[in-house]
């Protein structure tokens, strides 16, 4: 009935009923009866479902199995009510004394529906405020006793429920997805000791090295104050006047321009935990752990000038991406790695392990993988979960512990705090996606929204009304690892912080040289939005103590005649770095297992485009898991050179190419004559050229990169011009997919 009403019927077939005299008869029960009342909800709610991509996700392993039945709440088949269970007659009119006489305040039912309508906005995080999340699980590789007696590395296989958040920092809830930035990569285990949150970023080091700079930081980079702007954007006085007066942030700084900051998609990028951690085993022993996620999928970024436009075509471009790989059953996997060194190593390193500006690089502690993660679900609420879903770092397990670094010290504070605002009070443990899967119990009661009905007049330890519980675990509890501390309260840093800029020259220094460019031209990019000079001057006085070259190329786009002298140090004797170079830190260091799966690939076509060249390539793609779509100048039907019209899936205005991979100009000689002349399909092209991406012509497509003044270049193995389509030609295309992106064409200022 659900179908056939939206088919065959007005939208709303009670709307007469709302007018004159109908109103007050109004049609009994709710909106639509369904046919069949005995219908299961669950097949109902499918059949009203929003159109998705692909085939449905499995349930996989999830923190909603089971648990989260209770409070799941599906209305097929249902007649509306009120919160309290009235059943509701009419949901379009307000109570009125006479068809046209005044609203009467006795309507309960508007009332509720209002008041609950007006209060439905909760305040968005302070930062990272905009998310996306899903769920899936981790399994483990094999025990880790010896290191952890982290219950879920225990066995080999074991596999723990996970739901994962990733997100922006700067930018509001509802700002794009595309926006220079760190992107958060939060994880909450659901182990069965308990919840663990690894509340980690895709850069391995932050911005400062104290909690106590946080709120500086972060009202730094944040909308400026007085006008609130720039929305979700890093380029502007006050983030650039903070850091030129905080050289602890320029190696982070490096990261934030560097491509790492523009994802080409949450599943392509890495995450750290940042901090230095411990893992305690059985016996109290402790060693330092680094935490590492490493895409199976590659590590892949945008260009600038794609980032800027995709902001404007889809500002839902991660989020979407990420949705849309899960519906269709390509779960997003990740690699959990873990440096693990003892005191005596982090006591010989040049810098402090207690240091969050700092990485260890891999050369000096190699990377153990120890597990896998993958994403098998969509959320079912985005409300629900992915805004309610409160991570905190001090949400830790047992076999798992803080050190002393300070940024740490202030986030298990701040997180658990922050929530009590946020989620309305101390109980947010007690929504359904951060309640454990482990059994709670202890003395703690009431509070805002308590859901939980305890038994029992004792809420207190000791107790002997309880039968003295909940009773203390004991040696199955807890283990805080016993750091022994002599000293003397001060406020101060120890002397390795003081060293500022080596690992930002590492870091610079192990780039591609396209990434070095792209480093460049981000910082002049940001630097040219900074309004006052001497912000502009202290930033290139600091580069000068990264790089040289990278000083005076930012300098030179700056239009500053004479460089100003290199920042004073901090420090004060040199320290020599034990690593001045490391392939792992450029993104080509991780190009990925997963092929060309789910890239993005647009197929042009127009009135008497060459239809086999057209079926054969889509198919040629699709067997190897790429999502194609054909593109022309409308969507719907074209006619091909065949009996059959192509059906198209996106025109040129609503999916630039910005929103793909990759794309392929099929033969035709009419439909090429057509795209020639539309300026829409030449730009098409050219972004597609600018932004390194491959693209295939077959035959008379050729024509149209010529009319788009695309230069052909041998020896750019990303633009590939065929006669015809052999296989050799599918392979090489699809070889250059692969690579993602084909840097060699770049040059500034672009050619195209
Ligand atoms: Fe933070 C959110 C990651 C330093 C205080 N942070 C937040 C989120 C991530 C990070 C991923 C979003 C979690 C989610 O999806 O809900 N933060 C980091 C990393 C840091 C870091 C990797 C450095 C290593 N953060 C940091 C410090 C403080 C905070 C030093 C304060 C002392 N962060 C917060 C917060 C947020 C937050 C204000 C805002 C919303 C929330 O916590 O739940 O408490």
């Not at 609203?103 to 039912?109: E, M, N, R, S, V």
């Not at 070095?516 to 630097?527: P, T, V, Y």
């Not at 054909?630 to 192509?646: R, W």
Request: charged letters at 20%; glycine letters at 8%; one cysteine or more.
């Amino acid at each position: 009935a659900v179908g056939e009403m939206a088919a065959g019927m007005p939208t709303n077939p009670n709307k007469a009923a709302e007018y004159g005299e109908a109103a007050t008869r109004p049609p009994a029960g709710n909106t639509v009866q369904p046919d069949d009342p005995s219908a299961t909800a669950s097949t109902l709610s499918e059949a009203n479902e929003s159109q998705k991509t692909g085939k449905p996700a499995a349930a996989g392993v999830n923190a909603a199995s089971g648990e989260l039945d209770r409070v799941r709440a599906d209305s097929s088949g249902q007649a509306m009510t009120t919160n309290q269970g009235v059943p509701v007659a009419n949901n379009q009119d307000s109570l009125k004394a006479g068809l046209r006489g005044p609203a009467l305040l006795k309507d309960f039912i508007l009332r509720e529906k209002l008041t609950h309508f007006d209060h439905e906005r909760i305040p968005e995080r302070v930062v990272h405020a905009r998310g996306s999340a899903a769920h899936g699980y981790f399994e483990s590789y094999e025990s880790l006793a010896e290191l952890t007696c982290a219950s879920l590395f225990a066995e080999s296989g074991k596999r723990t429920p996970v739901f994962v958040r990733f997100s922006t920092v700067a930018g509001e809830r509802g700002s794009k997805d595309t926006a220079r930035d760190v992107r958060g990569f939060a994880v909450k285990f659901y182990t069965d000791e308990g919840n663990w949150d690894l509340v980690g970023n895709n850069m391995p080091v932050f911005f400062i090295q104290d909690a106590m700079k946080f709120p500086d930081l972060v009202h730094a980079v944040k909308p400026e104050p007085h006008h609130g702007m720039p929305q979700a954007a890093s380029a502007h006085d006050t983030l650039w006047d903070f850091v030129s007066l905080m050289p602890e942030s320029a190696h982070m700084m490096l990261w934030l321009m560097s491509d790492r900051a523009i994802p080409r998609s949450f599943r392509m990028m890495q995450g750290f935990g940042v901090h230095t951690f411990r893992f305690i085993n059985e016996r109290g022993e402790s060693k330092f752990v680094k935490f590492h996620w490493d895409p199976k999928q590659g590590t892949h970024s945008l260009v600038w000038d794609e980032a800027v436009k995709i902001s404007g075509a889809d500002p839902d471009f991660n989020r979407r991406d990420l949705w849309e790989a899960i519906e269709a059953g390509e779960y997003p996997e990740w690699e959990l790695g873990v440096q693990i060194f003892d005191e005596a190593q982090a006591e010989s390193f040049s810098f402090d392990v207690l240091d969050s500006t700092k990485l260890i690089p891999e050369e000096l502690v190699p990377i153990t993988p120890i597990g896998r993660m993958v994403l098998t679900r969509n959320p079912d609420n985005f409300f629900a979960e992915t805004e309610q879903v409160a991570f905190c770092s001090a949400h830790v397990v047992r076999g798992i512990d803080f050190t002393n670094d300070p940024l740490l010290a202030g986030r298990i504070h701040s997180y658990i705090d922050t929530q009590i605002t946020r989620l309305g009070g101390p109980n947010f443990h007690e929504i359904p996606i951060n309640a454990p899967l482990a059994p709670v119990y202890n003395n703690q009661r009431d509070g805002m929204h308590r859901q939980a009905v305890h038994h029992g007049r004792a809420a207190y330890e000791p107790n002997s009304l309880g039968g003295g519980c909940p009773f203390q675990a004991g040696s199955a509890g807890f283990i805080s690892f016993p750091e022994p501390v002599d000293a003397t309260e001060l406020r101060g840093k120890p002397e390795k912080f003081a060293e500022h800029y080596n690992q930002a020259t590492l870091f610079y220094e192990s780039q591609a040289q396209h990434e070095k460019q792209h480093i460049i031209n981000a910082f002049s990019f940001e630097l040219s939005k900074v309004t006052v000079p001497g912000i502009r001057q202290r930033m290139v006085a600091q580069l000068r103590n990264v790089s040289e070259t990278l000083a005076s190329a930012v300098a030179g786009n700056l239009g500053m005649r004479e460089m100003p002298d290199p920042m004073p140090k901090a420090n004060a004797q040199e320290v020599i770095p034990e690593v001045t170079r490391s392939d792992f830190l450029s993104l080509l260091a991780r190009p990925g297992e997963t092929g060309i799966r789910t890239r993005k690939i647009a197929i042009l076509a127009a009135d008497g485009i060459n239809a086999k060249t057209v079926e054969q390539m889509a198919q040629a793609l699709i067997a190897q898991g790429a999502v194609v779509r054909l593109v022309g100048q409308h969507i719907g039907l074209v006619s091909a050179d065949s009996e059959t019209p192509l059906d198209l899936d996106a025109s040129l205005q609503n999916s630039p190419s910005p929103l793909f991979d990759a794309a392929v100009i099929p033969d035709g000689a009419a439909a090429i004559e057509t795209l020639a002349a539309d300026g829409l399909a030449l730009e098409f092209l050219r972004d597609l050229f600018r932004h390194g991406k491959a693209l295939l012509a077959i035959g008379g497509g050729e024509l149209l990169i010529q009319r788009a003044a695309i230069p052909i270049d041998p020896k750019d193995a990303g633009l590939i011009i065929a006669k015809d389509l052999a296989q050799n030609t599918i392979d090489d295309f699809v070889a250059a997919v692969q690579k993602h992106r084909h840097p060699g064409r770049e040059s500034d200022p672009p050619l195209v």
